[in-house]
């Protein structure tokens, strides 16, 4: 007897005790269940089934259905929830399964019972066909697309033997990225910031991957300054890891950072990892998309970065100028990707009414950034992981590294302001440098720009936090959602 199969049977036996408890309170079929409980540990219990490996399985409608839509199957039967301990769990994996491979393999899992033990009719025809005993654990039928039973998972099972018998159809891809540095210079306001990007712009282009591609990225350092590269969000090996942590790339040289599998899905930064205060502040980052295999698709989709800047120029006692704060509260310039933010310059966001639109946010400054949207919209996502309770909200405040993915609906035509603003939640400041800031309420900078329309309901102001906040930079119209008629394409 190997390892693995002692190891089931100790666990069975675990679950024994807790049968006979469950019998003691049902009684009369005690008995019956332990005999069962002992056939699990056999294979035997596989000739129970009607189907046989290697032979055309029988066809319910809703297997038919799939299988004449040229599918593969993978078709789990569950038993009594009271009695399954593996439930839980293989529905759990199959969830997890099903986003690995693409529309040619279909998933089901078909119920146990409900309180009072009845199924569902398409269940009970499948358990009657299929042969299928309603003890213990959940049963996994793998039909390919011929209609042929390959294996009968009775139990846990794992991706690896799944995949023994329908590899994977989406071979993932090599994806290389080039990414130079130069020294450039941008406009803040009136000040002329030195900056440094990659490849000519800041943020830096959008790298966008999918879910499982092998990602390289060579970094050229065409600037007078040493860098170096991190990807910030995304679970890179150990030897990218040591990559980021130590590799310096020299002026005039250049290095490819990878191979790394692209993961997890979301959304992501890449940004210097060279003097991180002053490099990230000169510009040096850019967003880094990971899209889900089973990516959720939306009529449109944004991304911004924002960041928070200084206005106030050094006199020659730093080495640099305008746009790098000697503290971050002087920061109060505010960028959205490569768009400096003065009140009258949102950036149009067109869409059409009915639309779905997603967007994604990435804070790379300093300070904490907040957007309110009187109409509302959800948080799908945070930090690049779905949030499992999805949130509906007006104001959303970004903290520096934070990401969060929206979805905002276009619901009727017109123009729908997001407004931004920098507050600092009461004792932040005084956390940050140690100074006693006085105390000032938001309300008396309140201003909106009348060119726009606000929405219907007068959304909370920053209801993230309680006591006293002070305002850093006033709320301004930094999005608009610009809705035409006509229904979505
Ligand atoms: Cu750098």
Not at 277 to 306: C, M, N, P, T, W
Not at 447 to 464: A, C, I, L, R, W
Request: aromatic content about 8%; glycine content about 10%.
């Amino acid at each position: 007897m190997d390892m693995s199969k002692s190891k089931k049977l100790e666990i069975r036996g675990q679950r024994k005790g807790f049968l006979f408890l469950y019998c003691l309170m049902t009684s009369v079929f005690c008995l019956l269940s332990l005999q069962l409980e002992d056939v699990f540990a056999s294979q035997e219990i596989l000739k129970t089934s009607k189907v046989k490996i290697g032979e055309k399985v029988l066809l319910t409608d809703l297997i038919k259905g799939l299988h004449e839509e040229g599918k593969a199957i993978v078709l789990v039967l569950l038993s009594n929830p009271m009695q399954c301990t593996n439930c839980d769990s293989v529905v759990d994996f199959i969830e997890g399964e099903a986003k690995r491979y693409k529309d040619d393999v279909a998933f089901i899992v078909k119920g146990g019972q409900d309180m009072l033990g009845a199924m569902d009719e398409e269940t009970v025809t499948l358990k009657r066909l299929y042969g299928f005993v309603t003890m213990g654990e959940p049963w996994t039928f793998v039909i390919d697309k011929e209609g042929v039973l390959q294996k009968i998972f009775i139990g846990r099972f794992t991706g690896k033997e799944l995949e023994d018998i329908f590899p994977i159809s989406v071979p993932a891809e090599i994806k290389e990225f080039i990414l130079t540095v130069r020294e450039g210079e941008i406009n803040l306001n009136g000040n002329k910031a030195m900056v440094w990007t990659y490849n000519g712009t800041v943020p830096g282009p959008e790298i966008r991957v999918r879910e499982g591609d092998t990602v390289k990225i060579k970094l050229v350092n065409e600037s007078g300054a040493k860098h170096g590269l991190f990807f910030h969000g995304l679970s890179v090996n150990p030897r990218v890891a040591l990559q980021e942590q130590e590799i310096v790339v020299e002026p005039g040289y250049e290095y490819t950072y990878g191979e790394f599998i692209a993961k997890p899905a979301g959304t992501h930064l890449y940004h210097c990892s060279w003097n991180m205060a002053e490099h990230l502040s000169r510009g040096l980052y850019g967003a880094f998309i990971v899209e889900a295999k089973d990516e959720q698709k939306f009529d449109k989709e944004f991304v911004y970065i924002l960041s928070d800047w200084s206005s106030k120029v050094s006199k020659g006692e730093e080495h640099y100028g305008a746009g790098h704060p000697r503290t971050m509260l002087d920061n109060d310039i505010t960028t959205i990707n490569e768009r400096v933010i003065t009140g009258d310059n949102p950036i149009i966001m067109d869409s059409r009414e009915g639309e779905k639109i997603r967007i994604r946010l990435a804070n790379i400054g300093h300070l904490p950034h907040t957007l309110r949207f009187p109409g509302g919209f959800l948080i799908t996502h945070e930090d690049g992981y779905i949030i499992s309770v999805t949130q509906e909200r007006e104001s959303l405040t970004i903290y520096p590294g934070k990401r969060y993915d929206i979805v905002v609906t276009a619901t009727k035509p017109g123009r729908w302001p997001f407004y931004h603003s920098i507050v600092m939640p009461g004792g932040m400041e005084e956390r940050l440098t140690g100074v006693e800031f006085p105390e000032k309420t938001h309300e008396g900078h309140r201003h909106e720009s009348p060119e726009v329309s606000t929405g219907d309901s007068p959304g909370k102001f920053n209801d993230d936090h309680e006591g006293h906040t002070r305002e850093l930079v006033k709320e301004v119209p930094i999005l608009v959602m610009s809705v035409t008629g006509g229904g979505a394409k």
